[in-house]
Nanobody
Framework: QLQLVESGGGLVQPGGSLRLSCTAS????????IGWFRQVPGKEREGVSC????????NFADSVKGRFTISRDNGKNTVYLQMRSLKPEDTAVYYC????????????????????WGQGTQVTVSS
């Protein structure tokens, strides 16, 4: 079965950077779209970014455009989320998710589009 594990979270000051990793086991990620989501207590899960399988088309939430980048290394079975200029409102548990691609041209930021989820990693932005 597909398993996803996030890493790289932690405590960072406002304006700082973190790089999150999502590593898969059990299946090759080359034919999967990968999404990053975040959630805080009492709020809906928010789509942050996603990347399609082979064309590597990307999508970003308006709140993170220009600050976050997403990339993938299919050989390492890993997807990365590079976060820069972090703000306190970025504080959340971050999850990666995967779904087998229907199209290699578009990925989606809706949680219902994804089948497999990691356990999450905490990101805290505070001075």
């Amino acid at each position: 079965q597909l398993q996803l594990v996030e890493s790289g979270g932690g405590l960072v000051q406002p304006g700082g950077s973190l790089r999150l990793s999502c590593t898969a086991s059990g299946v090759a990620l080359g034919s999967y779209d990968i999404g990053w989501f975040r959630q805080v207590p009492g709020k809906e899960r928010e789509g942050v970014s996603c990347i399609s399988s082979r064309s590597m088309s990307t999508n970003f939430a308006d709140s993170v455009k220009g600050r976050f980048t997403i990339s993938r290394d299919n050989g390492k079975n890993t997807v990365y989320l590079q976060m820069r200029s972090l703000k306190p409102e970025d504080t959340a548990v971050y999850y990666c998710a995967a779904v087998r691609s229907f199209s290699d041209y578009v990925c989606y930021l809706t949680s219902s589009s994804y089948r497999s989820w990691g356990q999450g990693t905490q990101v805290t932005v505070s001075s």
